[in-house]
């Protein structure tokens, strides 16, 4: 992927992330004693945080299929070409890091912003 493509898919995916790893708070709680731990978990048990879950299991299917379908391409068409395989696993993993760091950064703002 050329850098341009790979920034606004960051943007994008990171957007979505984002929004589906923010939980709406429509009972107007406030939370007094907050831990790291109450941050993390509270990220991850409401309804919106299986669409994340889903949309990582999404991202990370269409890039195996997607280089999956090329290496088959480039064998019946006859195009000789190294094995995508290192790509894509690169591709994952980043993913799977960007989710990690998108997670934490939430975690630690959610953190911050309740002990004020």
Do not use: C
């Not at 980043?94 to 004020?116: E, G, H, M, P």
């Amino acid at each position: 992927m050329q850098f341009t493509a790979l920034v606004v898919f960051a943007i994008v995916w990171g957007g979505l992330m984002i929004f589906f790893l923010t939980p709406v708070n429509d009972k107007g709680e406030s939370y007094t004693t907050v831990t790291w731990k109450v941050s993390l978990t509270r990220l991850i048990l409401h309804k919106k945080a299986i669409l994340a879950f889903a949309l990582l299991l999404a991202t990370l299917f269409s890039f195996w299929f997607y280089f999956e379908s090329a290496e088959d391409y480039n064998q019946l068409h006859g195009i000789t070409k190294e094995s995508a395989e290192p790509q894509v696993i690169f591709y994952m993993v980043s993913v799977v890091i960007y989710t990690i760091i998108i997670y934490l950064f939430l975690a630690v703002r959610w953190a911050i912003k309740s002990v004020k």
